[in-house]
């Protein structure tokens, strides 16, 4: 039994619009997965049942125990809350907010408010001394990782990562590629969405999707290492 | 405690990064605010405002031997005990007049005297109780002249008198003549264009009547002034004091009309201000979408991102209800100085409503906006396919 | 392709233009219900100050003054005093302002003994009189409508011609102890000779003013007693007029010595000084008076609720205004996204420029429309409310709210206009 697992999903938008058509799986915890496939292959819709912020139209969804599939939307915001970070392509920083109050957001949304422990996440993903500068005060790179410190703060089960390196250049991707390693091989359970195949190759298992099914799942890749 | 240091961290900041949008909504509601402080103002001194700028239609009440009097007089010291009665704000004004009977002497011609209505008065009142008197020349400068006289258009250009001109009244039951300097010539529209005017003391000696006079006319300030009039009534023995309904009930006509005009006057405002605050607050909304879905996918339920909304909306309304209220008070000043002339009278209690309205006002101006929050899906954030 | 794209994005984003177009038109609706009924706030309130009676007194030309203390005539000439014939009253209800003319009562006063040692003024005058002017229109005149304040005890007298019937003031009656129903003996004085008259007391008049000292009898009743047939002393007239101001100040001194223009604009504007005017002229010996207590007062209040409507709806259309252009804002932040897709097909700012004014004059269009005829019933409301007549309907606020409407929306989206345009494209598209 895994962190996450999928059984016979289906999500149907409109009549027929199948975005998802009748997956299962299964992710255990401390895995890395990457999910990969051409736009419209229902990326986004699997992101979107894993990050709670959907349900299913048919199937179960179950996030570290939790069948998701008949919460109403004020119970997904709790699973979500406590269960899983979020990194974003765009980083989605409050503008007006420093490094570390952004990192304190999510805190402030799960329990407490503690500028300690924020300013530690931030000296984690090596932002300590950023901790006091306005996001467009960062670089991209540096934007991502307080997205990453944020997605931490919370010791959440999965960290949910939405083409993380999407908007950045070689040199701040393999910054927070790194970053991933790390926290893959501190035993943190990572799925992250992605259709660059370099990137997606650095995961312990690909998941490929194509019109909203399971492509025959190739094989996990046991060589780990920096792609540069 | 950190909890809500964090929560006014954010609203703070909130605040701060949207400048011109939040500017822009606090201009919307101390605009609005104003408007409804001012017009409130208004509101509760319009009665008085307006029964005073009524008060151009002079005297509303008048005061009478009863029907016993002998030849229809009473005594000038009745009069002293009716005003001793009434609050000295509310008397505008009182004048009292004796009436007789003399003759003129018509300029030119020799030896024609017409017959004229004789009427003593005190000038100082007339300001006050007929301000409609249109007066050429002057009228008497006070009530001890007893060489000048004021008279009626009509009588002038039917004597052919003129301003400065003299003119001879006599008085046949007793016999006096006077030879008087026309000081002033006016023009009413009533009989009183047809009268000639002299000080009371003067036309009571003339007319052999010391101390006597027929007739009192008052402009009192107020309403009810009906049951005040029994009330003195009850009091006084010989005279009778009476409204002049054709003033004083179309008075009560009119004011009532003017009041519930500017009830829905203000009711419309409101609305209009409401309109104004919920759509500035949907623009925040709308602006904010993004943030709104982060919020939401870092875990904020519908209910943290609303209650941080209605707090900004409460904190803008708050201090836009003060500031507005400030303004609405210099803004009834205005309308105060440039409809009536005077001052609009502070009221403590117009502050904390126009502070509970406003913040009201743009909780509610907020629903529609709130509801948007509700429909932000947190999916925002991610990148679309 | 502009017309489509306009087209589509009217028929097929209507929905969530709706908003916008509720907004305006409610908007639209509070400024015109404002306008209206500050547009028409003059005549209401007008109105409403007829209830002072009449502003305008027209008598005889006459050489002699009126010696007159409580309504008891001292003049000892009592011959040939001048009269206006009765038939020439209608003439007054034909002027050119013949439509502000509210209401007229003729009247004739005579005195007559009630008692060895009372004596009193009778008053003959129309009640409730239905008159027929040439033009064929009818009218009811008399002091029933003008002297709306009197309180009668007993009844009107409807159509009293020649009936021997009278209303008695308070004074009267309280002194000869009169009830309605009641008989009273006049004894008039006619060139010497004593007329008697027995009449029926149909009211009583409670006025507090001079009526209460008076007989009144129908105009024609007494006519007959005193031999002055078609004869009248006085006529009251109620007239709705335009406060004065300089030209009517001017004219009243002396409506010779302007100029033609200028005579035309007074002649043609309804100042009691150019109606007064106008009656002289029909009514040939007569001079018509403004009342100077009812006229001048009027016009002061008139005056000062005009300026104080005015300054309201100067606040309900800035606080409208603001309303119509922050929705505007949002609608126009909403669209970002399609602003840089146009910018990136190739469209040049003043394509989208030119895309979005008209679009959103096309919603201020409807919304106006929309708003104007909500506005028509809200200002309706207030005057049934109010004054329990309709507002009358100005077709010139139409025009005014739709180009309002439209500058106040395409103002509301210039600076979120301006920031969308700025952005590159790429950029709205990303984010």
Redesign the interface.
């Known amino acids: 039994m895994g962190l996450i697992t999928l059984e016979n999903v289906s999500k149907i938008y409109g009549e027929d619009v199948k975005a998802l058509d009748n997956i299962s799986l299964d992710i255990k915890e401390g895995e890395w997965v990457s999910i990969m496939g051409p ?3 229902g ?2 819709t699997m ?2 049942l894993i ?1 709670c ?2 349900t299913p139209s048919k199937g179960v969804v179950k996030i570290d125990g939790i069948d998701i599939s008949e919460l109403d ?2 119970e997904l ?2 699973v ?3 269960k899983i970070g ?1 990194v ?3 980083f ?1 920083l ?4 420093t490094a570390v ?1 952004n990192v ?7 329990s ?3 500028e300690e422990e924020a300013r530690k996440a931030l000296e984690r993903v090596g932002l300590g001394h950023r901790g006091n500068h306005l996001p467009k005060e960062l670089s991209g790179g540096e934007q991502q990782r307080v997205c990453i410190a ?1 997605a931490l703060i ?1 010791y959440p089960k999965l960290i949910l990562a ?2 993380p390196t ?1 908007n950045l250049d070689k040199e701040n991707e393999n910054i927070v590629l790194d970053l991933f390693n790390e926290l893959h091989d501190q035993g943190h359970t990572i799925m992250m969405v992605t259709h660059d195949p370099k990137v997606g190759q650095l995961a312990e298992r690909q998941i490929n999707l194509d019109h909203g099914k399971l492509k025959d799942t190739p094989q996990i890749s046991k060589e780990r290492g920096l792609v540069s | 405690m950190k909890k809500l240091q964090m929560f006014l961290r954010m609203v703070g900041k909130a605040f701060k990064e949207r400048k011109s949008r939040v500017a822009i909504a606090f201009f919307a509601i101390v605009v609005g605010v104003g408007i409804i402080a001012s017009l409130f103002s208004v509101y509760y001194d319009i009665s008085i405002k307006m029964s005073e700028e009524l008060r151009v239609y002079g005297a509303n009440l008048v005061l009478a031997p009863d029907l016993q009097a002998a030849n229809k007089e009473m005594n000038i010291e009745q009069l002293d005990k009716i005003v001793n009665k009434f609050d000295k704000d509310k008397l505008v004004g009182y004048r009292p007049n004796l009436y007789g009977v003399a003759k003129a002497k018509a300029k030119g011609i020799l030896d024609v005297k017409k017959p004229v209505v004789l009427v003593g008065t005190w000038f100082d009142q007339v300001d006050q109780v007929n301000p409609y008197w249109k007066v050429e020349g002057e009228l008497l400068a006070n009530k001890s002249v007893d060489d000048e006289v004021v008279i009626g258009k009509e009588a002038a250009k039917k004597l052919g008198y003129d301003v400065g001109d003299t003119i001879t009244i006599s008085v046949e039951e007793t016999g006096k003549e006077e030879k008087l300097i026309i000081s002033g010539i006016i023009t009413t529209g009533n009989e009183a264009d047809s009268q000639i005017f002299v000080n009371l003391s003067l036309a009571q000696e003339l007319l052999g009547k010391p101390d006597k006079i027929n007739i009192a006319y008052f402009s009192v300030l107020g309403q009810n002034l009906s049951s005040k009039v029994k009330k003195i009534n009850k009091t006084v023995n010989g005279i009778e004091l009476e409204t002049i309904k054709k003033i004083a009930s179309s008075e009560g006509k009119v004011l009532n009309k003017i009041k519930s005009l500017m009830y829905l006057v203000v009711m419309i405002i409101l609305l209009s201000t409401l309109l104004c605050v919920s759509t500035t607050m949907m623009t925040i909304v709308t602006e904010r979408k993004e943030e709104i879905g982060l919020k939401k996918a870092l875990g904020a339920e519908n209910s943290n991102i609303i209650t941080e909304f209605l707090t900004e909306a409460a904190i803008l309304g708050g201090i836009g209800g003060l500031v507005g209220y400030g303004l609405g008070f210099l803004g009834a000043q205005a309308i105060g100085q440039s409809v009536f002339d005077s001052y609009i009278s502070f009221r403590i209690m117009i502050v904390p409503a126009s502070f509970i309205l406003a913040v009201l006002v743009s909780c509610i101006a907020s629903i529609i906006p709130v509801r948007m929050v509700v429909d932000i899906d947190p999916a925002v954030v991610l990148k679309g396919e | 392709m502009f017309l489509r794209i306009i087209r589509r994005s009217l028929t097929r984003g209507l929905k969530s233009k709706l908003l916008a177009i509720v907004a305006i038109a409610f908007g639209a609706s509070l400024a015109t219900a404002m306008f209206s009924v500050s547009l028409d706030i003059g005549d209401k309130i007008n109105n409403e100050l007829k209830s002072y009676g009449s502003n305008i007194v027209v008598e005889p030309e006459s050489e002699s003054l009126p010696v007159k203390v409580n309504g008891v005539d001292f003049n000892p000439i009592t011959q040939n005093k001048d009269y206006i014939p009765e038939k020439h009253i209608p003439k007054i209800k034909m002027i050119f302002w013949r439509h502000n003319i509210v209401n007229l009562a003729p009247y004739l006063e005579a005195n007559a003994q009630l008692s060895e040692d009372q004596r009193v003024a009778v008053v003959g005058t129309w009640f409730d009189r239905k008159i027929r002017i040439p033009t064929g229109e009818k009218f009811n005149f008399g002091v029933k409508h003008l002297k709306s304040w009197w309180e009668i005890q007993g009844d009107w007298i409807k159509n009293g011609d020649n009936k021997a019937l009278a209303l008695v003031g308070r004074e009267v009656a309280e002194a000869s102890n009169l009830k309605p129903g009641d008989e009273l003996n006049l004894d008039f004085n006619i060139n010497g000779q004593t007329v008697n008259k027995k009449v029926k007391v149909k009211g009583i008049i409670d006025s507090g003013g001079k009526e209460e000292s008076k007989v009144y009898l129908p105009l024609n009743l007494l006519q007959e007693i005193t031999g002055l047939k078609d004869k009248v002393a006085k006529v009251e007239v109620s007239a709705l007029t335009t406060p004065v101001n300089d030209l009517a100040r001017r004219a009243q001194e002396n409506p010779d010595a302007l100029s033609d223009e200028e005579f035309e604009k007074w002649y043609c504007t309804a100042y009691v000084s150019s109606i007064t005017y106008q009656i002289e002229e029909v009514i040939p010996g007569v001079v018509a008076k403004e009342v100077r207590q009812i006229a001048q007062s009027e016009g002061v209040i008139l005056n000062k609720i005009k300026l104080l409507m005015f300054l309201v709806t100067l606040a309900a259309l800035i606080s409208s205004g603001l309303g119509i252009s922050s929705i505007m804002t949002t609608k126009v932040l909403e669209r970002r996204q399609e602003i840089g897709l146009l910018k990136a097909i190739g469209s040049s700012n003043l394509g989208v420029i030119a895309l979005f004014v008209t679009e959103i004059s096309l919603l201020g269009v409807l919304g106006g429309v929309l708003g104007y005829g909500l506005g028509i019933g809200f200002a309706s409301l207030i005057g049934q409310q109010v004054f329990g007549t309709a507002i009358s309907v100005k077709l010139l606020v139409m025009p005014i709210i739709l180009v309002l409407s439209i500058i106040v929306a395409l103002l509301g989206s210039i600076s979120p206009l301006r920031i969308a345009l700025k952005l590159e494209p790429a950029e709205v598209l990303h984010g």
């Open positions: 736009s419209g292959s990326k986004s992101l979107n990050g912020m959907d939307k004020k915001t709790k979500r809350r406590e979020l974003f392509q765009q989605h409050v503008p007006y907010l109050e304190m957001v999510a805190q402030y949304y799960h407490m408010a503690e944020r919370n939405d083409e999407g």
